[in-house]
């Protein structure tokens, strides 16, 4: 699967949206693209998944340009409890196999 | 409730030990995953099983161990053989439909200390 990477941290205000931005320049014709976000001490959580253009659900957004090889979570208006890791790992459906990289730190402040 | 219940929550280990982490799901899915996590790191795929009787070797897979005799189960072994076994460990399983893995859901996690 293709390498990852995202932006070590990010910090932000409440009522703010947050954009964080994933590269994956190698990413293959069968790998799609999903987010997690993670507090400390529990396992991550689904937030948002896609293949291309863009998808929103209930609590983000997810836009994915033609060339597939970045994709931006949108977090509109961010709270407090937003403060996490986020991730982007790439699934293939070819293998199963779900990569997770470094994720991004995001904080949120008051 | 459905969901994933790993134990147990801490464990403690002597070097040279092998220890076995539980992963149990009640969701009837299909795929199961272990996971690694070291402090301040992403998650590495230690093993994966697509179904029952079946795994895959994840990126780290040395020193592990893994078995897949039902559906709902998928024990890990830290054997001895494993150098730095000191991390968090999560367990996921999913339902994959034919485009994609489907959304994971993971465990709580197990958190390992070789004294």
């Known amino acids: 699967l293709a390498k990852t990477t995202q932006p070590i941290s990010m910090d932000s205000y409440e009522g703010q949206e947050v954009n964080i931005t994933c590269s994956h320049n190698n990413i293959a014709t069968n790998d799609y693209i999903t987010w997690y976000q993670q507090f400390p001490s529990q396992g991550p959580r689904f937030i948002i998944q896609g293949y291309k253009t863009k998808v929103t659900n209930e609590v983000a957004s997810l836009f994915i340009p033609a060339d597939r090889k970045s994709s931006t979570l949108s977090l509109p208006r961010v709270s407090l409890s937003d403060t996490a890791v986020y991730y982007c790992?790439?699934?293939?459906?070819?293998?199963?196999?779900?990569?997770f990289g470094q994720g991004t730190t995001l904080q949120v402040k008051p | 409730d459905g969901g994933i219940t790993q134990s147990p929550k801490y464990l403690f280990r002597k070097e040279g030990q092998n220890v076995t982490l539980s992963c149990e799901q009640n969701?009837?899915?299909?795929?199961m995953y272990w996971y690694r996590q070291d402090p301040g790191q992403g998650l590495r795929l230690i093993y994966y099983s697509q179904i029952v009787n079946d795994f895959q070797k994840g990126d780290i897979a040395e020193g592990y161990s893994v078995s897949r005799e039902k559906k709902e189960s998928f024990p890990l072994t830290v054997t001895s053989a494993q150098k730095n076994p000191t991390a968090f460990y999560l367990c996921a399983s999913s339902n994959p439909s034919g485009v994609s893995t489907g959304e994971l859901f993971f465990g709580e996690g197990s958190r390992l200390t070789v004294l």
């Open positions: 969701l009837n899915h299909d795929a």
């Open positions: 790992p790439l699934g293939s459906s070819n293998t199963g196999k779900l990569i």
